[in-house]
């Protein structure tokens, strides 16, 4: 079991790189891991409606994942996938051509954790849709998915005013249940991959806009990953 692999972590819809500065930090102060973070731009995000936009993100992917493969002289490195970013990490794995290009990410990912990913969903975009019925569940053997989820009462002081206006609506969006669990705006039924190591964190929401403590927040950070079962 190798623990030392350096981590690329890539951020959810419309969030940039500073967002997870802290996730950074508290990975390498704390348990001494080299992570490099996926530069997208809030215009790449914007662009992902279509198949394109996909392949240019996915292309930033695998430029950093051959960068800490070089940089710290490793066969294999974890990946951290935030929200729509676990999506787009998923299909990274695949061997199959997508858009004319074959990533084959599995051949260099021995870990993937996902936090607060809208995996399993009964109304999906186009693209999750077809992430998740081209590859289902921890589709890639050699792959160890962990999928973390939220939980949080969202009329309570752990959310902000965004949180409580939106999370039945996104709930409900997502699961077809407005009262469903799950971290302010994607349901656990959706963020627990099947198949996967299943993590759930109270008190926990989807992003730092929607509360005090997100999935990136050092306590939280602690929380999680020392629930994975590394492989």
């Known amino acids: 079991m190798n623990q030392g692999n350096p981590i690329i972590i890539l951020g959810g819809?419309?969030?940039?790189?500073?967002?997870?500065?802290?996730?950074?930090?508290?990975i390498e102060k704390k348990y001494n891991r080299?992570?490099?973070?996926?530069?997208?731009?809030?215009?790449?995000w914007i662009k992902t409606n279509s198949k394109a936009g996909w392949k240019k993100i996915l292309d930033k992917v695998a430029q950093y994942v051959?960068?800490?493969?070089y940089e710290n002289k490793a066969k294999k490195?974890?990946?951290?996938?935030?929200?729509?970013?676990?999506?787009?990490?998923?299909?990274?794995?695949?061997?199959?051509?997508?858009?004319?290009?074959?990533y084959d990410g599995r051949l260099?990912?021995?870990?993937?954790?996902?936090?607060?990913?809208?995996?399993?969903?009964?109304?999906?975009?186009?693209?999750?849709?077809?992430?998740?019925?081209?590859?289902?569940?921890?589709?890639?053997?050699?792959?160890?998915?962990i999928s973390v989820g939220g939980k949080v009462e969202?009329?309570?002081?752990?959310?902000?005013?965004?949180?409580?206006?939106?999370?039945?609506?996104?709930?409900?969006?997502?699961?077809?249940?407005?009262?469903?669990?799950?971290d302010g705006l994607v349901p656990l039924s959706s963020s627990l991959l099947e198949g996967s190591q299943k993590i759930v964190v109270k008190n926990v929401v989807h992003g730092g806009i929607f509360g005090k403590e997100w999935y990136g927040t050092p306590l939280?950070?602690?929380?999680?990953?020392?629930k994975i079962i590394w492989q």
């Open 13 to 26: 819809f419309l969030v940039t790189s500073e967002a997870y500065f802290d996730l950074k930090e508290t």
């Open 34 to 44: 080299k992570v490099y973070i996926v530069d997208v731009t809030k215009i790449d």
């Open 66 to 69: 051959s960068l800490a493969l």
């Open 77 to 102: 490195v974890d990946l951290i996938g935030h929200s729509s970013g676990g999506l787009i990490l998923r299909l990274f794995l695949a061997s199959d051509p997508f858009n004319g290009t074959v």
């Open 108 to 145: 260099f990912t021995r870990n993937l954790i996902t936090l607060g990913s809208p995996h399993q969903a009964k109304r999906a975009t186009r693209m999750r849709k077809f992430v998740n019925d081209s590859y289902p569940a921890n589709y890639f053997e050699d792959v160890n998915y």
């Open 154 to 182: 969202i009329f309570s002081n752990k959310t902000s005013f965004i949180t409580k206006i939106v999370a039945n609506s996104s709930y409900k969006s997502i699961s077809g249940n407005k009262s469903c669990d799950g």
């Open 220 to 226: 939280v950070v602690k929380t999680w990953w020392e």
